[in-house]
């Protein structure tokens, strides 16, 4: 018996906590009066949004863009050119993408309004009750909605949706950050394993637990746009096995994340190459039968070198490693175009400056912060092992999302 | 079973194989080993059982699959998984690698040529990464003839008749039989031995479904007096168009310093050229070999002559441009192999030469051409 009634005063507690916030709220919207005059009714009530008035008057825009596409498409389309048509359509099931969630998110917020009503004026405690349970609900839904919304607008990245090429260094702190990074790369191992992704050493220097370097090829859907975010100057804090006096040291490790090349053209000339195999200086044919077969491709314009011998055979190898070539070349442009995109705005999360400080793990705390988003988590081992991974990377995203859209509007 | 704790750990076979092969060479080829002894050895039953026993859909899945490779630090922890028929094989095969000198490849029994995959078993030759690269730079340049004079003519050419001498395991022959446009050649492996033609049938039944082109071998010894040769092959419609081949052509001064795991293990007929009609390949002595090693080339470029490719073409789709595909193709040891091959050429007939580089930058190979 009395565990039900415990259950019962949480669950009342629960619903009169928003209650709360949202009666402050509405007296803060009002009280800023009309400064937002595009904000749709209701939206008030809808609680923090990252709807800005500027993308609402984006999104009214959309709107009447499809009432007219859908005009046009349902009247007479025989005088439109097969091309024009195909254009048409398309750009009418583009701007369907944006406009039918936001025809719901507007409905959503005619329901906010009535239920809003029924809560102020009701005098039956029950009918109350429901009310407040259904607004919950109906908040849940806005914020999915606004979620849709915000993919629709961002642009495409045809990057993200492929397979990236991680890479991992030591930076200073000696056999302490070489033992770190080693931790990272089964931290992204089991990451990998957990989301279905293939996680394939192309090359590493390690010796025991402790990793210099390594190159890994991470391929599975949407790789890149998870995992472009760890780029940047990774931090730990802890006490190291090798230190005696129980101080705390700071170490660093490098992590690059690529995209991979695969579907991008990237020019390169067999001319800009230089490729070294093993065992060149020998007759090589019938005179040998290598076994180890590796090839290190030199680019001469860049200075760039790629080794791989982590297959039988050497083709193999040569081509492994001019794809490996390909995506840091393809990476250099990227970031080149990035900077001169991005160079006016000032971010929060850098889109893969390698020099970047992004995270602090802490070991004697067991907290890892992420810096460009100011998020501290109390569960080291839980992102160690790769599964809490994923609500920092969650995390990242929205933030990078809102960026692009604050930068859109 | 009992197991001896100190027989469990892969360290001692890793430091045996690094002392006759170097450290990095030794990691590389110890994990090629265990993925090799995780994939096949499961029950204890060798490759080439396996492959008579696996119905044709359950060999296409795994010619498909790639497994993604290890990284060298999952070496031990991957141990922990072998079973002990596993760790068994693993021993032997480091054995045999240290103290028989034998070669990776025939403990692997499979190599990767092209998309073909090539069985690989003693004593014939094991294909090299070279030839494997020329052969791929062959097929592209016959490729684009091929889609050219499809495009330029209504009608589709006739295949290209292309005849290998010296196929040892099948490779060049299911390699091109692979890489080749649909149905733009017909292609006939040669060999004098009988366990590379044994080798190359089994090659030809495993990679049956992986070819877009014909492909079939035939017995015979190309070192006969040539007339009479052209009456033993079994001739295609409308004549030779192209003649390649991986000939012996290692010295017998250079055969003494070859590394053990090749001279005592791969057969001396696929390395060294040997006066015709020899009857014990064992045991010919120095001086009745060829010096220069340039002896099969030469037979091969009288072969070539007598199947009329060293003139013009006597096929009727001009299309095709014939003039511009080498007639004769042979794989050389070195720059002055290379030299010496292109004068034989010129000598029976052809009008040019063109020699190619391999991946290391030697001089591999020798492309004959007749132009107008």
Known sequence: MSVTRVTATRTLCNIRRPLLACALRSYVSASRGKASQHMPPGSELAGKSNLTPRIHERLQHLRTRYADLNARMSGDVSDLGREELAKVSKDFSDTGQIVIPYNRLLELYGELTELQQMIDESKDQSLRTLALEERQVALEDVAATERQIINGLLPKDQAESGGAILEIRAGTGGDEASLFSGELLRMYERHSQLRGWKFNTISSLEEGDRVKEATIEVSGRGVFGALMFESGVHRVQRVPATETQGRIHTSTVTVAVLPQATDVHIEVRESDLRIDVFRASGKGGQHVNTTDSAVRITHLPTGLAVENQQERSQLRNKEKAMQILRARLYDMERQKLDKERRDSRNRLIGTGDRSEKCRTYNFAQSRVTDHRINLSLYDLEGIMSGVSLQHIIDRLRIQHDLDELADMS | M???????????????????????QAKNELRWLIEHARKEIADGINIQQRILAQSTEHRLARLW??????????????????????????????????????????IIGEQKFGMANIIVRPPVLIPRWETEEWMLRLAELINTHTTNAREASATIPKPLNILEACTGSGCIALGLGCELADDSARILGVDVSADAMELAMDNLAFNQMLLSNQVQFHRADLQQAVHLLPTQLPVGEGGWDMLVSNPPYVTPSEYRELDADVREWEDIRALVPLPPGTADPQHVSEKDMDPSGMAFVEQLAKLAKELGLAGESQRDDKALHMGSLPRLVVEIGSTQQAQSACQIMHDHGFSATEVWKDMAGADRVVLGFFKQ
Do not use: F, M
């Open chain 2, 2 to 24: 009992p197991r001896c704790p100190s027989n469990n750990t892969l360290l001692p076979l890793l430091r045996k194989l690094s002392e006759s092969l170097g450290e990095q």
């Open chain 2, 65 to 106: 699959r790639e497994q993604p490779a290890r990284s060298t630090d999952e070496i031990e922890r991957e141990g922990d998984r072998l079973s002990s028929v596993q760790r068994t094989w693993l021993r032997q095969a480091v054995a045999d690698r240290t103290e028989r000198h034998k070669p990776l490849q025939y």
